[in-house]
């Protein structure tokens, strides 16, 4: 018990010591005030802004650079149908999706932690591959990622695009100002491509898409209002938008050319070469240049892939992949937008359904082929979306923080499909869930492992079990901050969440819930609340390992239950399927610690962490999970030396 006792006050202090450093580091490196920064630097700049940054000038900032490398992904199949066919799931692995939130500069430009429960999150990030930052206006060309969030993705092996956006023409933007982003040096050097290449590196994201919806052609006066002709349309200069089109074309090869290895670019499907803005929505002659290689431009590709506008069909997908591969290019390149947002009626969430299926060969014994790569577009609809006269909101959340359950569910349901569970198919003409195609991914593949089923939110703050003052908020200024309503948000303090959010098999999956409880929780936000409601088999794959476990791992968890044993604990290796009952005494709403002897399991390698239900058990029981920990003694052991030496007590 005493050993039990140290490695758990170790864990608390090292998780304390890291919120306090965050805390230190962000008060005395942060130059801003608490809250968000939509339209402020270091986060959203003017291109003269851009021209003039500096790391060490007024509008770049220590406090957003990410200090989390990108960690490697590994495939984390769930379902038979994912697993069965090795060349699909080859090529599966291959098709990336990329996640473009809009409005992110409203959403997440924060560095400090949030006196606000009700912030936007993200918590599938299993699912994904790619976050766009997609922000912007007509002025604030250049929007540059929050480290909170790029941390995050780094640590879930997701890689961060800041966005470059030059506006409709409609809507404020002008060709002045997309001349302005193509300004040379004397050598011919695209200065602003340097600097955006300078400004990715400086923060530590992933690189750009560059959003050029512009009309190259148009004339504004000095007003930036459209001038119009006698015919009532606007008046137009072709010769000029077609040359700014062409140095358009030559500063998007110069920009890919100069990337590094680790930066991508990325192109939207909007200007074609004669510099108006005619959306394609598919990969053809018109836009093709931004993507292939050019021989005649010393072999410079366009960008590294192309986010293609959302009016598309089957057809126009079978079309672009055959393009695609005729140039030489990778159909994974090619990233098809889903519009998301159920006012605009193109990909409309849950509603419409055969997008996705049209993205996928379904003439593939065992399994699906993804056909291309996928954008989805405006999923935050779980967040802003107010309701319409066919659609109710999704949630209220972004207005009622109470509200956070359907936040969740609904970016879930986006993966898990409508029945809210990513291992039961859902009925034809029901939606199906990204996770039905597309296996999720691991990051888990070496010690230490510990997640609390932290979100990097929460209505409360707990410490040990209680509910606690967030010791990270500035009591001065965060005066309603107290043990009782403590409502936060840093998602930079996100755990690893669950590799599926959320897997249910077996006959009594149903009648059986499992979700986050804002309510409840061992450390940080929230913990893990599984109810079941009738009798029958059920087992739920939480984490997907790739590791080895030494002779001196241990496990130790923190739980809840009104059932002791009835909620077993599975560990599977190569060698087989472990089973550990979980809890000593029925305790609800009271915490115990269980620490599982995995000693047999030295050497194996451990690939997925369960739950499951023992076949003799009460009908309806709830277990709650507040914390598992799988760590190694001897890395422990030096920590806490290194905590001694630095005059803490473990």
Known sequence: MKALLL????LLTLQLLTIQAQAAQLQSTQTQGSGLSPDLPPFALTLQQTKAWTPHGATASKANISQVPLAQRLPAPLNSSLTMNPQAQALNLQAQVLYAPDGMNNFGNYLQPQPKANLYSFSN???IDILNWFAGTADLSVQIPARPWVETAHKNGVKVLGSVFLGIAEWGGNPDTVEKLLEQDAQGNFIMADQLLRIAGYYGFDGWLVNQETDLTVVKDAQNQLVMAANGKPQRDKERGQQLAAKMLAFMQYLTAKAPADIEIHWYDAMIADGTVRWQNELNANNQAYLKTDVQAGGKAGSHAIFLNYWWNGAMVQQSVKRAEAQGLSRYQLFFGADLWPERDAQQAFVQ???????????????????TSIALFAPNVNFNFAGDKTTPAYSTFA???QDIRRFYQTEQRLFTGDDLNVAVPDPAKRWPGLGAYLSAKTVLTRLPFVSSFNTGQGLYWFEQGERQPAPFLNAAKD??????????SDISQQDILPTWQF??????????????DFNQGWSGGSSLLLQVRKAGDLTIPLYQFALTLPATAQLQLQLQTDAPGAVVLLLQTEKGVHRFPLGDVAQAQQWQAQTIDISALQGQQLQRISLALQSSRPAKLQFRLGQIALTDATARDSAAAELVAQGVKP
Do not use: I
């Not at 490695?7 to 170790?10: D, E, H, I, N, V």
């Open 479 to 488: 005066a309603t901050a107290t043990a009782t309503n403590s409502g936060w």
């Open 353 to 371: 359904t055969q997008w996705l299926r049209d993205l996928f060969d379904h003439n593939v014994t065992d399994g699906h082929k993804a056909l």
């Open 399 to 401: 207005k009622d923080p």
């Open 7 to 10: 490695t758990q006050g170790l």
């Open 503 to 516: 897997a249910l098999q077996g006959s009594a999956a149903a009648a059986s819930t499992l979700q986050y």
């Open 125 to 127: 990030w299993s699912q």
